[in-house]
Every structure is written in structure tokens, then in C-alpha cells.
């Protein structure tokens, strides 16, 4: 029973369901078909256009810009009193309980691109609790990387974490204000990215679950897990796929035994590997452009999307 609990756990921190909703009225054939086949952002824009029209008034004079607000309507087409309501949601964090990790997140970003190049030392040290939880989450254990479709991929190694040593030094709170500072940066990339390539950029998360221990901290669990939930309401149609990579033969056979209990939409975002990662010690050495590592790694990731 408590390994049960264990894969339970380990499956709602890194693909929690989306909440049921009433059907919604339909729009034409080739207006969906363009919206869920392409990650073009004009046919985008045009296929969700009525919803963001809706949207565009209510967030005027607010900080959220044409690509956020098409992400919201993804998440409801055909739907604008259902997408307004789930930009409510979104502004009322933004401006309320997120507004400083928003306001640390824009300010890291902009001083991660000043000389040019990325630097992620700004990012990092900007983020909430660093102090404390960098000790534990490091670039050794926690990266993103661009891929060659231009979307990123956010790289967690679980089994790497201490989280028994972290979370008795901060509370599931902190834990959870960290990784929504990291989902926050990871979206003003991705959103300028974006507009910059007129092309839809999605996050894939890969998680390598190697050496992860079933029975680890409950309470880094629940942190995951809470972070995940309040992520889907705040970073909404952000998610691409979530890759669960070399997991422990146990975590293995439990999780695929609840996949099927999953709602399709996210069933069809969850694919499980085994083999990338495989051969990294840590994840500093995906960090050098040129290295051998990167390139299998970035290969590996691209073949299993295609």
C-alpha cells in the first residue's frame, strides 16, 4: 500500500488532471482541426480569434500580452465566458500572490539576456528561498534546454534531489513559490520566443526518475504535487509532453497500471522512455553547447516527440 501511494503521488506532481467541465458549443471542423494540428501562431490567433476578442477587453491596461492570452482560449475553445473566467484566475495571481515572482521573474529574464548570450546565474539567484533550496536544487539536477523545434525542454532529475535535507530546512510553500518562479520564467521565454518566431513554443518536461526513491519525503511530494495543480491554472496550454524517463521497475509498473484512469488529454501528453540520461552523471554536462552529451540527449528527446 504505500508503494501505491508512493507512484499515486509521484504521478499527480508531475501530471496532475485537468478539472471536468461541461461540453462546450462546437466551432467548424477546420477552426478545431487548425487549433489542435499546428503550433503555427497566425492560424493560432485566427482559430481562437473570437475568444481573444473577449479576452482583449477584459485585459486591457493589464501586463499580458497577445500570445498569453491565446494560451488561455486554447485551454476553452469555443468557450469565451469559460476562457474569461480562466484569465480571472490567471490575472488575479499575477496580481495578487505571484505578482512578486512575475515582477523577479521579468527583471531575472532581462538581466539573463543583457550581454547577449543567456546567463542563467541572475535567474537562479533571483529565484524565492534560493538561499536555501539551491543547495539541493542545482543545475546538477534541474535544467532547460532549447530544442530543435524551438520548444524547450525543463529537466528534472528527482533522484538527485536530498529532499529530505530540503524540506527540513524550508516549508511545501517555498518549495512550491520556487518552481512557480521557475514555470514563470521558462513562460516569458517561451512567450517571446514565440512572437519572435511566429511559432507556438510549449515546454516538454522531462522527468528522469533514475535512482528516485518511492519512499522519499511525503512532504517534497505533496509540494510537487501542489505546484503542478496550481501551474495548470496559472500557465495554462504552456505543458507540452511530459516524458517519464528510466523509471525504477516498481514506479514503472504502477504508474502505467493508473495511466489508463487518466482523463485522454492527459494520457496523450505522458510518454515513457527509457535510455535518455541514461549515461549522464549530472545534468552540467548538458549545459556546453558542443558537447557529445547535449547533442545525444537533444536527439533522443527530438526522436521520441516525432
Request: with cysteine; aromatic share 6%; proline share 6%.
Amino acid at each position: 500500500m504505500l508503494a501505491l501511494a508512493a507512484a499515486a503521488s509521484l504521478a499527480a506532481a508531475f501530471c496532475s488532471p485537468p478539472a471536468l467541465r461541461a461540453v462546450q458549443p462546437r466551432r467548424s471542423r477546420d477552426a478545431r482541426l487548425s487549433a489542435t494540428t499546428t503550433a503555427d501562431l497566425a492560424t493560432l490567433l485566427s482559430a481562437h480569434s473570437l475568444e481573444i476578442a473577449a479576452l482583449r477587453s477584459r485585459a486591457s491596461g493589464k501586463p499580458i500580452d497577445e500570445v498569453a492570452l491565446l494560451r488561455v482560449a486554447m485551454e476553452h475553445p469555443g468557450d469565451a465566458p469559460g476562457a474569461l473566467a480562466a484569465l480571472e484566475k490567471v490575472l488575479a495571481w499575477r496580481e495578487g500572490e505571484g505578482s512578486a515572482i512575475t515582477a523577479a521573474a521579468a527583471a531575472a529574464v532581462d538581466e539573463a539576456r543583457r550581454g547577449g548570450a543567456w546567463d542563467n546565474s541572475p535567474v537562479f539567484a533571483a529565484a524565492p528561498h534560493a538561499a536555501a533550496i539551491g543547495k539541493y536544487i542545482t543545475p546538477r539536477n534541474c535544467l532547460t534546454l532549447p530544442l530543435d523545434s524551438g520548444d524547450l525542454c525543463y529537466i528534472i532529475r528527482a533522484g538527485a534531489i536530498d529532499d529530505g535535507a530540503l524540506m527540513a530546512e524550508v516549508s511545501e510553500a517555498q518549495v512550491v513559490d520556487f518552481f512557480l518562479y521557475a514555470k514563470e520564467v521558462n513562460r516569458v521565454v517561451a512567450d517571446a520566443r514565440s512572437a519572435a518566431t511566429g511559432r507556438l513554443v510549449r515546454v516538454v518536461t522531462a522527468n528522469d526518475l533514475s535512482g528516485v526513491d518511492l519512499f522519499g519525503d511525503a512532504t517534497f511530494r505533496k509540494a510537487l504535487s501542489a505546484s503542478s495543480k496550481k501551474a495548470d491554472e496559472i500557465f495554462p496550454s504552456l505543458n507540452g509532453p511530459t516524458l517519464l524517463l528510466n523509471l525504477p521497475f516498481l514506479a514503472n509498473a504502477l504508474v502505467k497500471l493508473f495511466t489508463p484512469l487518466f482523463p485522454p488529454k492527459v494520457r496523450a501528453k505522458l510518454k515513457f522512455e527509457k535510455g535518455p540520461l541514461a549515461g549522464v552523471d549530472d545534468l552540467t554536462q548538458l549545459h556546453n553547447p558542443q558537447s557529445s552529451a547535449r547533442s545525444q540527449f537533444l536527439a533522443e528527446i527530438q526522436a521520441i516527440l516525432a
